[in-house]
C-alpha cells in the first residue's frame, strides 16, 4: 500500500503543477466565479476535472498496451523522454516571454457549468500525452502496475490535482489577479524545472536501468 501513497502524491503534484500556468481552463473557472459565483465556479472546475480523469484513463490504456508489448517497453521510455523534454522547453519559453498573455474569453452561463467545464476540457487534449509521459516514468520508478487499485489511484489523483488547483483559480484569483504576471512567469519556471528533472529520470531509467 505505501507504493499507492506515493503513486497519489506524486500524480497529485504533477496534475496540481500542469494547471499552475493561466491557460483557457483555469481562466475561464476563474471568470465564471467571478460572473456568476463561486459555487458556478466549483461547478465548472468538478467538470473539467472529471474529463481529465477519463483523459488519464485514456493514458493509463496506452501506456498499458505500449508497455505489454516488451519490443515497445524502450520506445514508451522516449516518447516519454520527447514528452517532457517538450514541456521543459515550452514552459522555459514561455517563462522567458514578457508580454502580457492574453485569453480568448468564453460566455459561461449559469446553468450547465459542470458540462462546460467538461466539454472546454475535452477540447485541451495535451493532458493525455503528459500523463502518458507521467505514467511511463511512474511504471519504471514501480510506483504503478496497472492493476485495477494502481490505475484508480492514477487517475483519481490526475483529477483532484487538477481540482485543487482550479480551485485556487476559482477562490482565490481575485486576490492573485494584481500579481498574475509575475506568479505565470515563475510558475513556468518552476513547471519547466520540474519537467527537465523528470527528463534526467528517464535518461538515466534508459540508458543505465538494468
Not at 468538478?46 to 508497455?67: C, D, W
Not at 476540457?121 to 510506483?143: R, T
Request: glycine share 6%.
Amino acid at each position: 500500500m505505501e507504493h499507492l501513497a506515493i503513486l497519489f502524491f506524486a500524480t497529485f503534484s504533477a496534475a496540481l503543477m500542469g494547471v499552475v500556468p493561466p491557460g483557457l481552463i483555469n481562466m475561464t473557472a476563474a471568470k465564471v466565479s467571478l460572473t456568476k459565483g463561486k459555487a458556478n465556479g466549483i461547478l465548472f472546475a468538478t467538470g473539467a476535472s472529471t474529463t481529465v480523469v477519463a483523459q488519464a484513463y485514456v493514458a493509463v490504456l496506452i501506456s498499458k498496451y505500449l508497455y505489454n508489448n516488451p519490443f515497445v517497453i524502450d520506445i514508451l521510455l522516449k516518447i516519454a523522454l520527447v514528452v517532457f523534454g517538450f514541456f521543459a522547453v515550452y514552459f522555459f519559453i514561455v517563462a522567458r516571454k514578457n508580454k502580457e498573455k492574453k485569453f480568448k474569453e468564453v460566455d459561461v452561463s449559469k446553468r450547465g457549468s459542470f458540462l462546460k467545464g467538461m466539454l472546454l476540457a475535452l477540447v485541451n487534449l495535451l493532458p493525455i500525452p503528459y500523463f502518458c509521459g507521467l505514467n511511463a516514468a511512474w511504471k519504471v520508478s514501480g510506483w504503478i502496475k496497472f492493476q485495477l487499485w494502481d490505475v484508480l489511484t492514477f487517475i483519481i489523483a490526475a483529477g483532484a490535482g487538477t481540482f485543487a488547483m482550479l480551485y485556487m483559480y476559482v477562490v482565490y484569483f481575485d486576490k492573485l489577479q494584481a500579481k498574475s504576471d509575475r506568479f505565470s512567469r515563475y510558475s513556468d519556471y518552476v513547471l519547466s524545472v520540474l519537467m527537465l528533472i523528470l527528463v534526467i529520470i528517464t535518461f538515466i531509467r534508459i540508458f543505465y536501468g538494468e
